[in-house]
């Protein structure tokens, strides 16, 4: 195991810069998840960490070793690819002990780890088989089982479940997890799906357009998002957003939106008074109350075990989620409460966090 120590890296193709200055520190033993939407440069990075792009300036390190221009197959870390990227031809067991046997290892040394292997990941059933013959969640785990048996400093996984339906996503989630507690191995794992991230990590890390808008452990990003974006994007259903100024409220602080709704507030940073903010709510930190603001329900979405909602306050649509069973239906009236002491506030340019 080793440390990862990315810093002031950056990235170009061309004239076009796709990576600005990003600096990861990456503890030894730590599950670091790098997140962001299509195209904000974490696929590039990891890539850029495995060797299979070439870094532009700044530096890469594992473990004390500077490895900018070491090979990919010399920098002791191992991939896991969206695409599995199985032999056809080669029977399971041949898949996973396949890189051994290409740096020469004895067939005893090779069996061995290809049988601690699989009975890490409950594959010694399967081991004659073809990839053809296995299902999706079968040839991740063999894909995983290639990884661990070369018992690299650093695991990589680039999107490993996005092939796989709902369920084994889930499922997946639960093994890749199980899997770093029991090797703890450095593990750095990019994905665009943000629950994978909040359920998988010890760090996420959230990028967009090339850089760190914030790193932090997963509920503390999704308690204290330092911007908009963040807020936004950790966290599902998404944080609403509604638009207002700051107004004292005899004492009561409160954002007032165009249509006059009063959103609570514990506090608000000092000489603000008629501020242009955006206030954010997730979905959980609204009640119905009689005392709240009213709302027409837009759409009633049961899923079971809560009822989402959403409803249009003035011209703006925001989403409640309930534990409690509500009977309404589309074009109901309700009244909903955000929750002051759960209210989050950024800056209307600049999207900054502007309350602790």
């Not at 974490?42 to 390190?61: P, V, Y």
């Not at 969206?82 to 090779?110: C, W």
């Not at 894909?143 to 999107?159: K, N, S, T």
């Not at 330092?226 to 609403?240: E, L, T, Y």
């Amino acid at each position: 195991m080793a440390s990862v120590q990315i810093n002031e890296v950056r990235k170009s193709f061309g004239g076009f810069e796709v990576l600005h200055g990003v600096t990861v520190p990456i503890e030894d033993g730590a599950f670091v998840v790098l997140v962001g939407p299509s195209g904000c440069g974490k696929s590039t990075l990891l890539r850029m960490l495995a060797g299979l792009e070439n870094i532009t300036s700044g530096t890469i390190s594992i473990g004390d070793r500077v490895v900018n221009n070491v090979q990919p197959k010399e920098r002791d870390i191992a991939m896991v690819f969206q695409n599995y990227a199985l032999y056809p031809h080669m029977t399971v067991a041949d898949n996973m002990g396949f890189s051994l046997k290409l740096r020469g290892a004895e067939s005893k040394v090779i069996s061995e780890k290809v049988k601690r292997a699989a009975d890490i990941l409950d594959l010694d059933r399967l081991l004659d088989r073809f990839p053809r013959q296995l299902s999706g969640g079968q040839r991740q785990r063999v894909a995983m089982g290639r990884a661990i048996v070369r018992d690299p400093q650093v695991f990589l996984f680039d999107e490993p479940l996005s092939n796989l339906d709902a369920k084994l996503r889930v499922a997946m989630r639960a093994e890749i997890k199980e899997l770093h507690q029991r090797l703890r191995t450095t593990t750095v794992y990019v994905t665009h799906d943000q629950i994978e991230a909040m359920t998988m990590a010890d760090k996420i890390v959230v990028m967009q357009d090339g850089i760190v808008e914030q790193m932090g452990a997963p509920l503390e990003l999704y308690d204290h998002p330092d911007n908009k974006f963040v807020a936004g994007f950790i966290g599902s259903p998404a944080m609403n957003f509604l638009e207002g100024t700051l107004q004292p409220n005899g004492g009561q602080p409160c954002v007032e939106t165009a249509n006059g709704a009063r959103l609570p507030l514990k506090m608000a940073p000092a000489a603000s008074d008629g501020r242009p903010v955006t206030y954010g709510i997730r979905p959980e930190h609204l009640e119905i109350a009689d005392d709240g603001i009213e709302a027409e329900v837009v759409v009633v979405e049961p899923t079971g075990s809560e009822t989402q909602i959403v409803a249009r306050i003035g011209t703006q649509d925001i989403i409640a989620v309930f534990r409690d069973r509500h009977n309404v239906n589309p074009g109901d009236k309700i009244h909903l409460k955000p929750r002051a002491s759960a209210a989050h506030l950024f800056d209307k340019d600049s999207g900054k966090r502007l309350n602790n």
